[in-house]
Each structure stands twice: as C-alpha cells, then as structure tokens.
C-alpha cells in the first residue's frame, strides 16, 4: 500500500520560494504517475498543478509553468515541487497523488489518481 506524506507548506512572501515535499512509502515494481494539484478555500475541487512520470517530460498547468517545477529523488522516494515567484494567487492547500500506470500517461484531472496525502497548506502574501 502506497502511502504519501506531503511537507513543506507554510507562509511565503509574494515573488519568493518554497519547496514542497511529499515522501512516499510501499512502492512496488509498478511506474507511477506522480502529481501536485492543489486545493483553494471554497473550491470543491482540486486543480491539476504539475505531473511526472518515467519516460516523459513533466508537464504543468499553464498557471505555474516557467514558475514551478516538479521533481523526484528515486533514490529516497521523494517527490518535490520547487515554487518560485509564488503569487497570491496560488494560496492554496497542496496535495501530491499518485497512480500506478502501465504506460506513460498521465491525466491532469484529479479523480483520476487513488493514492493521496493529507495535503500542505501554502499561503501566499503580498
């Protein structure tokens, strides 16, 4: 069983950074599609924000590229999103999912992945 703890999240200034964490356990041999999608007050949904898996290029939602990226360090089993320039705008709670793929495809809409952590709050002022 999968398991994924997201950390990181806390107050940033306006046009600064921060790097999410979310650290995974119980992998087996399957690839993974891995995710961030975030969560704002209010909504009931939530928002695709980046994806990666094995053999593709990541792809972001075209409110974070050029600002975000998503990474992984296979070796310890961590998933990162490095946040630059963060604007108010991307005040949000984040979550990181995953879902085991047999190819490389990965959907930006957010049902579509069953594995997901608590989530880390990230708020943003100007």
């Known amino acids: 069983q999968v398991q994924l703890v997201e950390s990181g999240g806390g107050p940033v200034q306006e046009g600064g950074s921060l790097r999410l964490s979310c650290s995974a356990s119980g992998y087996g041999g399957s690839s993974y599609c891995l995710g961030w999608f975030r969560q704002a007050p209010g909504n009931e949904e939530r928002d695709w924000v980046a994806?990666?898996?094995?053999?593709?290029?990541?792809e972001y939602a075209d409110s974070v590229k050029g600002r975000f990226t998503i990474s992984q360090d296979n070796a310890k089993n961590i998933l990162y999103l490095e946040m630059k320039d963060p604007q108010p705008d991307d005040t949000a709670k984040y979550y990181c999912?995953?879902?085991?793929?047999?190819?490389?495809?990965?959907?930006?809409?957010?049902?579509?992945?069953?594995?997901w952590g608590q989530g880390t709050q990230v708020t943003v002022s100007s």
């Open positions: 994806t990666t898996v094995e053999k593709e290029d990541p």
């Open positions: 999912a995953a879902r085991p793929v047999s190819a490389p495809y990965c959907s930006n809409f957010w049902k579509w992945y069953n594995i």
